[in-house]
């Protein structure tokens, strides 16, 4: 069996002081690091002060900017290679949470992703093919790969909020409104959130949005 890549990347809390009762991980998006979410810190320690935080470099140098990092070609074109780059990344994503959760003696229950366009893909391919149900997903300017596998795939079922603009250059606002009927297709509790005049990014409000959610789903 090939080893998997180890990730890691910028660290951060418990802001408390004492130990971490709950974990929040930060997926970035495509030719992108581990800096590019790791500021959300100082927002999501307020609502969860007892939370860590790391935010990966994924597992590849991106193929589109030289000091980025993908978690998969997201222009490949063949759909049988593209997924099987996805299931591979989604591997290593899997091998990094269990050894995050295993580091902070906590479960999938204590855990929150919170996703970045490709890093809202790769959270929505991997939780959902989790045995145990994470606390919940938070997806900003995301969509959801290979939708018609789910149901012959999913496994839990963690809470989703998804936060979209609608003017994003790069991916629709139409991919969240699909990638929530697969969730709900698939019993998944999802609530999605249109930012009017937002491109690619995260706003204040989709930050307040994020935050009231994991509030909620790590009590």
Not at 42 to 63: E, K, L
Not at 91 to 106: A, G, P, T, V, W
Request: net charge negative; charged share 20%; proline share 7%.
């Amino acid at each position: 069996m090939t080893e998997l890549p180890e990730l890691s990347g910028p660290e951060f809390g418990p802001a408390s002081g004492g130990p971490a009762k709950q974990l929040i991980i930060f997926v970035h998006g495509y030719g992108a690091d581990g800096n590019d979410l790791i500021s959300l810190k100082q927002y999501f320690s307020q609502v969860s002060p007892d939370a860590a935080f790391i935010s990966p470099n994924a597992p590849f140098r991106c193929d589109g900017t030289p000091f980025g990092y993908q978690w998969y070609d997201v222009w490949m074109q063949d759909p049988e290679k593209r997924l099987a780059a996805i299931r591979s990344a989604a591997e290593i994503f899997d091998n990094f949470i269990d050894q995050q959760l295993s580091r902070y003696s906590l479960d999938d229950k204590n855990l929150v992703l919170v996703g970045f366009s490709q890093g809202t893909m790769m959270s929505l391919f991997a939780a959902p093919r989790r045995k145990n149900s994470v606390a919940g997903i938070v997806g900003y300017s995301g969509r959801m790969e290979a939708p018609e596998l789910l149901m012959d795939e999913i496994r839990s079922r963690p809470p989703v909020v998804m936060v979209h603009g609608d003017s994003d250059e790069l991916l629709p606002v139409l991919e969240m409104e699909n990638a929530a009927a697969a969730l709900r297709d698939n019993e998944v509790e999802i609530s999605t959130h249109v930012r009017p005049g937002l491109g690619h990014g995260i706003d204040d409000e989709g930050i307040r949005i994020g935050l009231e959610f994991v509030k909620n789903v790590l009590g």
